[in-house]
């Protein structure tokens, strides 16, 4: 069974970094496409980044450039790393994996294509 917990959230000045990370601690296979998404107060759940399984990785326009997604098979794990965070980048991050090798880019933005979802860890960048 899947069960994704993820960690490494919490307050950053802006122009500051974090790194998230994803753990499966129910052995998520590395066939699985995983994402991460966000969502601020009174906003709906938007797209950050994915990651199919070989590889290929899709941003949000709001983040290329300054977000990294990757992932470490052996480890179950898969990462954000954050950099030149912004005020508007404040959110509960959340990571989400589907049963599939590959999305495409459309697909990848759509939290209905995810079947697995973890509890979320806050982000929060202060001006």
């Known amino acids: 069974q899947v069960q994704l917990v993820e960690s490494g959230g919490g307050l950053v000045q802006a122009g500051g970094s974090l790194r998230l990370s994803c753990a499966d601690s129910?052995?998520?296979?590395?066939?699985?496409?995983m994402g991460w998404f966000r969502q601020a107060p009174g906003k709906e759940r938007e797209f950050v980044a994915a990651?199919?399984?070989?590889?290929?990785?899709y941003y949000a326009d709001s983040v290329k450039g300054r977000f990294t997604i990757s992932r470490v098979n052996a480890k179950n794990t898969v990462y954000l790393q954050m950099n030149s965070l912004k005020p508007e980048d404040t959110a509960v991050y959340y990571c989400?994996?589907?049963?599939?090798?590959?999305?495409?880019?459309?697909?990848?933005?759509?939290?209905?294509?995810?079947?697995?979802w973890g509890q979320g860890t806050q982000v929060t960048v202060s001006s």
């Open positions: 989400a994996a589907v049963a599939r090798t590959f999305l495409t880019e459309r697909e990848s933005w759509e939290t209905t294509e995810y079947r697995y």
């Open positions: 129910g052995r998520t296979p590395s066939s699985y496409a």
């Open positions: 990651i199919m399984s070989r590889g290929a990785t």
